[in-house]
């Protein structure tokens, strides 16, 4: 069974930056993409950021240019780098790990919370 363990979450000040690691238990080669998601309270769980197993990553319109998804295959961690944070941002964030059948694997999830 994979295991992946989110940290790196935490109170910020509004413009901030704080940067989300998801430590796997395998290699990350072996996963067709993996995915930063975020739930806000009482609100559903929401893409943020994408990266494929060839590179290529997607990110949400609310992030776009402030957030940055990569990975280190030599620590088999996927980052969230996030920069400019706002009060919007305040959430639980979840790491997500798919492979090519279909299975996923999901981290516990990391506070984030920026507020003044």
């Known amino acids: 069974q994979v295991q992946l363990v989110e940290s790196g979450g935490g109170l910020v000040q509004p413009g901030g930056s704080l940067r989300l690691s998801c430590a796997a238990s395998?290699?990350?080669?072996?996963?067709?993409?993996m995915r930063w998601y975020r739930q806000p309270p009482g609100k559903q769980r929401d893409l943020v950021a994408h990266?494929?197993?060839?590179?290529?990553?997607f990110y949400a319109d609310s992030v776009k240019g402030r957030f940055t998804i990569f990975r280190d295959g030599a620590e088999n961690t996927l980052y969230l780098q996030m920069n400019s944070l706002k009060p919007e941002d305040t959430a639980v964030y979840y790491c997500?790990?798919?492979?090519?059948?279909?299975?996923?694997?999901w981290g516990q999830g990391t506070q984030v919370t920026v507020s003044s």
């Open positions: 395998e290699s990350i080669a072996r996963f067709y993409h």
């Open positions: 997500k790990a798919g492979t090519s059948s279909g299975i996923d694997y």
């Open positions: 990266i494929a197993s060839g590179g290529s990553t």
